[in-house]
């Protein structure tokens, strides 16, 4: 059966019936309340992300554009008869970020109950960082050390990593936790410089994770004392690699193996699946931390709504989801 509207607009209105996450109590700032819902943005955004638009003109431009299409999505992002101001997009938009990893680690629960990814198995997720190229140059360590850009091209908000398998990368880290079994659910994620440690950011995503009795799985580097009692402390166990030359002959080393196993095929097939699907393994498409978050955590977003109405259309989980995004 054809659908009577767009995909992409199908995919905007998914954004009303999102679960919220539980909102901190704040007293109120100085200054005007906020007139437009936040949602609002967050349609936006799921809008830039699927047609490749990063900057808020591009954004207003292809929304302006005469055709079916653009005007019911302009409506969408109308409220009260009213449409943002350019000014009110920018600001808007370059607070987004400070609210994704919550509405991801949201979403992600509500994908775990709804999907069932651990109906037939056991109860585990992985936990990893895949490196993201900065958008431009990249800023050498002499260079910084005094402080000279040599051209403004070079992103320097971004940071240096060495990774086992593309080796120096000037850029940054996107922290990913995935469910393990036959379906790949992001559940939560964050963005952050490339120097960031993993195991100084898991405890962020982890406090995201379903509040299920958990296996978490990860490799060498979130092999710390302090990580383990913090999964200890919520009903967690961490399982990771060890330290040391291989091949390891201590006790458990058999299951340890099984869980890396099951680890390295559900954190890097994801990652080469996300990658692939938003033109991740190039330089990222924006220049500086808040637009960069905005386009990977977007991203993250998206691909938890595909998975949604994928599930609510019982179409394939895991094959296709490059082509039907694209098709939006």
């Keep these: 059966m054809i659908p009577s ?5 199908t995919l905007v209105k998914r954004v009303d019936r999102l679960p919220e996450p539980p909102q901190p109590c704040q007293k109120r700032g100085r200054g005007r309340p906020s007139v437009y819902a936040d949602n609002l943005f967050l349609k936006a955004l799921i809008i ?50 400070d609210t994704l990893p919550a509405r991801i680690g949201c979403l992600g629960r509500h994908l775990v109950e709804r999907l069932q990814p651990w109906a037939q198995s056991g109860r585990a997720v992985a936990i990893d960082s895949t490196v993201l190229k900065a958008n431009g140059g990249v800023w050498h360590k002499k260079d910084r050390l005094v402080g000279k ?21 000037y850029g940054w880290k996107l922290h990913l936790c995935c469910t393990v079994g036959p379906i790949w659910i992001p559940v939560a994620a964050e963005l952050t410089a490339a120097n960031v440690a993993d195991n100084e950011q898991a405890p962020t995503l982890l406090r995201q994770l379903p509040l299920h009795p958990l296996f978490v799985l990860g490799d060498v580097h979130y092999n710390t ?32 193996r099984l869980f890396h196993k099951l680890r390295s095929t559900a954190i890097e097939n994801f990652n080469e699946q996300f990658k692939g699907i938003f033109c991740a393994h190039e330089q990222v498409p924006t220049k500086g931390e808040r637009a960069t978050k905005r386009f990977a955590l977007g991203a993250v977003l998206l691909y938890q709504i595909a998975l949604l109405y994928r599930h609510e259309q019982q179409m394939d989980l895991r094959v296709g989801l490059k082509p039907f995004l694209r098709a939006a």
């Design 5 to 9: 509207e767009p995909l992409l607009v």
């Design 48 to 97: 830039m992300i699927v047609r490749r638009l990063h900057k808020v003109g591009e954004l207003l431009s292809v929304l302006e554009q005469p055709t079916s299409e653009m005007q019911t999505l302009r409506q969408l992002l109308t409220q009260e008869g009213h449409f943002p101001s350019r000014r009110t997009w920018e600001r808007r938009l370059a607070k987004i970020p």
């Design 149 to 169: 850009v040599p051209h403004t091209r070079i992103d320097t908000q971004a940071h240096w990593t060495k990774s086992g398998w593309h080796g120096w990368v």
């Design 225 to 256: 004392p302090d990580l383990k009692v913090h999964c200890q402390e919520r009903g967690r166990t961490l399982v990771t690699t060890q330290y040391g030359p291989y091949p390891h002959t201590g006790p458990g080393v058999e299951v340890r």
